[in-house]
T-cell receptor
Framework: KQEVTQIPAALSVPEGENLVLNCSFT??????LQWFRQDPGKGLTSLLL?????REQTSGRLNASLDKSSGRSTLYIAASQPGDSATYLC????????????FGSGTQLTVLP | EAGVVQSPRYKIIEKKQPVAFWCNPI?????LYWYRQNLGQGPELLIR????????DSQLPKDRFSAERLKGVDSTLKIQPAELGDSAVYLC??????????FGPGTRLTVT
């Protein structure tokens, strides 16, 4: 059974700092990995999707890396802004599936002005 | 492009009462998901539809939960009767032929 862990559970940083969020998963036979953002009281917004054949994906100030062999992914946020404050979740398909997702519990990020 | 639409956004009911949630996916998305998200946790899949067929409902508590997706478009998730432990956010997501999922804003259910 695929299990996803995110560390830390919460993170508070001053504005402008670069930061890294971590995600680990137990079954490395994944099709892809997604990072989502969730604002309070809102649904999830997809940030980045990394295919299993890729090692990283970039979108603006966000960079996500994937190391399948070690079962890890990181989300790097450059020059953080107060608007980046949200919960960040990573998700991978469960073992043997491509179209479903198993989520971590998320990292709650607060960027202080 | 309109996103995934869910209603209601909030619902408060007493235990043992029935409740229903509605989801309208993004046009053209064949795959539809219902997730439940407890406070401080990530979403957990309840059921997945491919068009009008439920292809994975192994996590759906079938004694009280039911779902349908008529004509392979809109979907309804029902709980009858609701229990205190059902309080959570119920999220609907849809997906095109790719694997990326698009989520609606969710319905926050409070059972008192």
């Amino acid at each position: 059974k695929q299990e996803v862990t995110q560390i830390p559970a919460a993170l508070s940083v001053p504005e402008g700092e670069n930061l890294v969020l971590n995600c680990s998963f137990t079954d490395s036979a994944i099709y892809n990995l997604q990072w989502f953002r969730q604002d309070p009281g809102k649904g999830l917004t997809s940030l980045l999707l990394i295919q299993s054949s890729q090692r990283e994906q970039t979108s603006g100030r966000l960079n996500a890396s994937l190391d399948k062999s070690s079962g890890r992914s990181t989300l790097y946020i450059a020059a953080s802004q107060p608007g980046d404050s949200a919960t960040y979740l990573c998700a991978v398909p469960p073992s043997g599936s491509a179209r479903q997702l198993t989520f971590g519990s998320g990292t709650q990020l607060t960027v202080l002005p | 492009e309109a996103g995934v639409v869910q209603s209601p956004r909030y619902k408060i009911i007493e235990k043992k009462q029935p409740v229903a949630f509605w989801c309208n996916p993004i046009s053209g998305h064949n795959t539809l998901y219902w997730y439940r998200q407890n406070l401080g946790q990530g979403p957990e899949l309840l059921i997945r539809y491919e068009n009008e067929e439920a292809v994975d409902d192994s996590q759906l508590p079938k004694d009280r939960f039911s779902a349908e997706r008529l004509k392979g478009v809109d979907s309804t998730l029902k709980i009858q009767p609701a229990e205190l432990g059902d309080s959570a956010v119920y999220l609907c997501a849809s997906s095109p032929s790719s694997y990326e999922q698009y989520f609606g804003p969710g319905t926050r259910l409070t059972v008192t």
